[in-house]
């Protein structure tokens, strides 16, 4: 079996490669299971070297847009039975950059799709959503707890781009152009790496520098409330959704993915608890209004019926979620804090 | 004050320019009254002689997509402050077709929102979205009245490019780009002239052939639910949409026009009371199972709560539609009929 990753060298795309690496065998769309023999990353960045250097490993490094346009089968290799689509330009820069937004998420998108479709072959596509589909305003607040059936209303071009992706997902696995299924990821937290461009960066960045020893921006009141998912439980629901059969999936709306409801105040208690108060003196309390806008806007509280009846589950707690990180990443944790 | 109206040269296009030169001076969002010295058509088709020989009218015969690639200041000329988006294919058309739909409807409207943006002037833009962002099936079926809030579950290609369109209007207009407002139409009845490719089209049809001697298909189920619009009540909200001021307009997510909420059956016996038996004896009541498809997706009962607020009104009963349509087209019925 041949799976294509977009976004493949970014931070959750390497892992599902490595977590796709170490099954055996994989079961798509309900068929029976086959052994991954190939997983083609396709990234504007090379690889992290543990990949590159696996034999099962192919390596796209380009402008997706530019790949789609001029080398559409350098993106979707005839063998390719499968894409996790996560290239994407994040919130923030979308918000600053509208056309960098447009064209990484909206027309990349569309043309991904359109490559699919005209291959004929109807592969797999699983869609990497976001809550930023959800808005929250004043003037049309968002119910308490949002469903998997809640009117997305996002107040972001990130969030609008999201959207469009669901709905072009929805009507190309219709038409039977591809099998696809919209997986709206929570806030992952806590991401490891350097910050990246999303509003939602300092929800790892929070934990992360602190426990090496570094200070970090956490803009926002203690009482923003926040929807959190470990790397690990996001990459199951992207893997769930590629191995549920088409009745399985049901629905071609799209599915929140299970998420830890919680506060930023919340999740400075527990890296105390985790990694003591010294880790959460290095927290910098100056608010960020540009910060601010985005997210609180974002609900806190999601039901996910339908992912839990696909197996999946939430995180236990924040402080798990720390331990996690702390356990996977020693090199980026000081030795005090990982005590 | 210049006003563009895509699909200019259509029924409900030219109808439009036709109520606006009626009026002695016209306010955009809000604005101060000012009269209307300059209406241009876009549309494949040339305008209607009554229009075409209006001073005030110009006309831009040629296909959106190639004029918005190639000569966008001709779509919307240097003094235009408002455009009617009116121009797309129709339901029937992209469900047959995918790629005329992608043309039509998701990639003409979002170039024509970037040469808006890029006028750097942020016109009003009125997107005429449809009733058919919804559809009910067994697996997701609909609340029972559709609220303005609801979620859209579009099942055709249409309905989910008129999403999309609906999106991106949303944020083209939260950025400042536009004033947008997107109006969802209701099922317009009766359309007069030649029938068209949309899935609804039975529905103008069944009032309009009857009343000029000629059968005409009426292919679904008396029981079938539906919301329509007389074309007066149509014009009004697409009126209204661009009159209302960004306050009086509110939140950026659609408005469901009113629609009088009636079903197949009893339309067939508003048409026996108004052109006698003899006509409804004219129905061929032959099932089409590709219009019933579509048709059996789509909501018969809408809220309208924003659109009441906005002063706008449903039509009073079929019975009166078909009276308007008599007398607005008296060339079009024959003489029994019309008594």
């Given at each position: 079996?041949?799976?294509?990753?977009?976004?493949?060298?970014?931070?959750?795309?390497?892992?599902?490669?490595?977590?796709?690496?170490?099954?055996?065998?994989?079961?798509?769309a309900?068929?029976?299971?086959?052994?991954?023999?190939?997983?083609?990353?396709?990234?504007?960045?090379?690889?992290?070297?543990?990949?590159?250097?696996?034999?099962?490993?192919?390596?796209?490094?380009?402008?997706?847009?530019?790949?789609?346009?001029?080398?559409?089968?350098?993106?979707?290799?005839?063998?390719?039975?499968?894409?996790?689509?996560?290239?994407?330009?994040?919130?923030?820069?979308?918000?600053?950059?509208?056309?960098?937004?447009?064209?990484?998420?909206?027309?990349?998108?569309?043309?991904?799709?359109?490559?699919?479709?005209?291959?004929?072959?109807?592969?797999v596509l699983v869609f990497?959503?976001?809550?930023?589909?959800?808005?929250?305003?004043?003037?049309?607040?968002?119910?308490?707890?949002?469903?998997?059936?809640?009117?997305?209303?996002?107040?972001?071009?990130?969030?609008?781009?999201?959207?469009?992706?669901?709905?072009?997902v929805?009507?190309?696995t219709?038409?039977?152009?591809i099998h696809g299924r919209s997986v709206?990821?929570?806030?992952?937290?806590?991401?490891?790496?350097?910050?990246?461009?999303?509003?939602?960066?300092?929800?790892?960045?929070?934990?992360?520098?602190?426990?090496?020893?570094?200070?970090?921006?956490?803009?926002?009141?203690?009482?923003?409330?926040?929807?959190?998912?470990?790397?690990?439980?996001?990459?199951?629901?992207l893997?769930r959704a590629a191995?549920a059969?088409d009745?399985?999936w049901?629905?071609r709306?799209a599915v929140?993915?299970?998420?830890?409801?919680?506060?930023?105040?919340?999740?400075?208690?527990?890296?105390?608890?985790?990694?003591?108060?010294?880790?959460?003196?290095?927290?910098?309390?100056?608010?960020?209004?540009?910060?601010?806008?985005?997210?609180?806007?974002?609900?806190?509280?999601?039901?996910?019926?339908?992912?839990?009846?696909?197996?999946?589950?939430?995180?236990?707690?924040?402080?798990?979620?720390?331990?996690?990180?702390?356990?996977?990443?020693?090199?980026?944790?000081?030795?005090?804090?990982?005590?």
């Open positions: 079996m041949h799976i294509v990753i977009t976004g493949g060298a970014g931070f959750l795309g390497a892992r599902l490669a490595r977590t796709l690496l170490a099954r055996t065998a994989f079961s798509l309900g068929a029976a299971p086959a052994p991954i023999t190939r997983i083609t990353l396709v990234d504007r960045a090379p690889a992290p070297a543990d990949l590159a250097t696996d034999a099962r490993i192919a390596q796209v490094v380009g402008d997706l847009n530019e790949l789609l346009a001029n080398a559409p089968q350098r993106v979707l290799p005839e063998d390719a039975s499968a894409v996790f689509h996560l290239a994407a330009a994040v919130s923030g820069e979308c918000e600053a950059d509208f056309d960098l937004g447009m064209r990484s998420n909206f027309a990349a998108t569309h043309g991904l799709l359109e490559v699919c479709r005209q291959s004929g072959r109807a592969p990497s959503s976001s809550l930023a589909v959800f808005g929250s305003s004043p003037e049309l607040p968002l119910p308490e707890v949002i469903q998997d059936q809640t009117l997305p209303t996002p107040l972001s071009s990130y969030g609008i781009q999201k959207v469009i992706g669901e709905q072009l929805a009507d190309y219709r038409k039977g152009f709206r990821l929570m806030t992952v937290s806590v991401r490891p790496g350097k910050p990246n461009g999303a509003a939602s960066g300092f929800f790892s960045g929070m934990f992360r520098e602190p426990l090496a020893g570094l200070r970090a921006a956490c803009p926002v009141p203690d009482a923003t409330p926040v929807a959190i998912a470990s790397p690990a439980r996001t990459i199951e629901g893997i191995e059969s009745a399985e049901g629905l709306i929140n993915l299970p998420s830890l409801s919680t506060t930023v105040g919340d999740m400075a208690a527990a890296l105390g608890r985790v990694a003591g108060p010294a880790a959460v003196a290095l927290l910098d309390r100056t608010p960020d209004p540009a910060i601010a806008r985005i997210v609180k806007t974002w609900p806190g509280r999601f039901e996910w019926t339908r992912a839990r009846a696909l197996g999946l589950a939430a995180d236990e707690s924040v402080d798990a979620i720390i331990r996690d990180y702390v356990r996977e990443n020693p090199d980026a944790v000081r030795a005090p804090a990982a005590a």
